[in-house]
């Protein structure tokens, strides 16, 4: 069945995760992805803590193509390719493609219709826009650490990769927005994206926080003014064995009543939301009690059938055996020969007419022949030659 972005190919000359995510969300929605690596080591992840496993994590559903861009034969046949191609994703170091002659101003020149991407810590202007970034320098940069972890503790990391794959699915709603203009226009344009302003964007919340009242205080687990509001900890007491109940006003009702406590809906201490602040102490102490009395999934199922939002707090491998998740198919079992068998996650984007189908990232210029043979017409025989020269 022909998916949502069938026919449209992308060349992913990225590294390491925003850019990867980014192309690898375009493949499971049907592009054709040619990841473009350097010949000898590719993308530096393939080799990280000398364990593929990060690379394989975001480089599913694409095609490996290696050359060696410090050759004119390659940056040629690279040309050829980029004529024939709709989106560019790169994200080298700044000006890095621009002193290799293939920057926006020379690729617009060869294909006035390619979406040229870019991904940078901080952007490709502004005071910083020569700096690098990772992770927790975008965390850092865009505000999301001041606002993590304890007030009693510094700023915090926050190991779910807002900066890294939060950007590179900003930067796929931007390469869509371009290629649905292109529709109108005829054009490409050059987009960008910036791992500073994706987690501005994420944490937006507590710059409204900070209009009210100024520097916002870390909270930790606590959600707002909201009690119940926060992780409680569980049976047997492990150290994920807590569950995150989410009460709004208008679910106090149905939480006294699953805690078999009905009388507390009209306690003085907690009758209002504003009460259940002031005495949060008390009654965190009475939902701690009652969680104590549970597995956590017990408690989340007890809260749930209520109608009270509450969640386990499942570690990797509850994930991973996640029977929910599984149906969604979002745990997905792949083979690559030389490693074996791996789980990575799926695809969160559910299409009723774009099923995603799921291949297995590929191995060092797996594909190189059939790319150049395909889209430059050079023979087999050449790319043996080409590789034992070191071009591909």
């Not at 803590?49 to 990060?54: G, H, P, T």
């Not at 979002?330 to 074996?340: A, L, N, T, W």
Request: net charge neutral.
């Amino acid at each position: 069945m022909s998916q949502a972005l069938t026919g449209l190919r992308v060349i992913d000359m990225t590294h390491n995760q925003a850019g990867p995510a980014c192309a690898q969300m375009l493949g499971f929605l049907g592009a054709d992805v040619i990841k473009l690596e350097e010949p000898k080591s590719g993308d530096v992840a393939r080799a990280q803590n000398n364990d593929e496993l990060f690379f394989l994590q975001f480089n599913a559903n694409k095609r490996s193509l290696t050359l060696n861009l410090k050759t004119d034969e390659a940056k040629a046949h690279f040309k050829k390719i980029i004529a024939q191609s709709d989106v560019l994703i790169e994200n080298f170091g700044p000006g890095a493609l621009d002193r290799m002659g293939l920057g926006w101003t020379e690729l617009q020149a060869i294909n006035p219709r390619l979406i040229y991407a870019t991904i940078k810590g901080f952007g490709t202007y502004g005071p910083h826009a020569h700096m690098k970034s990772f992770e927790p320098i975008a965390q850092a940069m865009g505000g999301a650490m001041c606002v993590t972890g304890f007030a009693d503790g510094p700023p915090t990391y926050n190991w779910p990769s807002i900066g890294d794959s939060g950007t590179g699915m900003h930067m796929a709603i931007a390469i869509l927005a371009a290629i649905n203009q292109r529709h109108n226009t005829g054009r490409g344009q050059h987009v960008e994206v910036s791992m500073q302003e994706s987690v501005l964007n994420l944490i937006r919340i507590s710059l409204r926080e900070h209009q009210r009242g100024g520097v916002p205080a870390r909270t930790g687990n606590q959600l707002g003014k909201t009690v119940p509001g926060t992780a409680y900890p569980c049976a047997p007491g492990g150290p994920n064995d807590w569950v995150y109940i989410y009460a709004p006003p208008q679910m106090w009702s149905a939480v006294c009543k699953v805690l078999g406590r009905p009388e507390l809906e009209t306690n003085p201490l907690f009758k209002t939301a504003n009460d259940r602040w002031t005495n949060r102490a008390a009654l965190d102490a009475i939902m701690t009690e009652w969680t104590m009395a549970h597995s956590k999934y017990d408690a989340m199922k007890r809260m749930g059938d209520a109608g009270v939002p509450a969640g386990a707090c499942q570690d990797t491998a509850e994930v991973m055996a996640d029977p929910h998740l599984k149906a969604r198919d979002m745990i997905v079992d792949m083979e690559y020969p030389p490693r074996g068998a791996f789980k990575t996650v799926g695809c969160p984007l559910k299409l009723s007419d774009s099923p995603v189908s799921f291949s297995r990232p590929p191995m060092l210029g797996e594909h190189t022949e059939g790319v150049l043979g395909v889209l430059c017409g050079v023979a087999p025989a050449e790319v043996q030659r080409m590789k034992r020269e070191g071009i591909v």
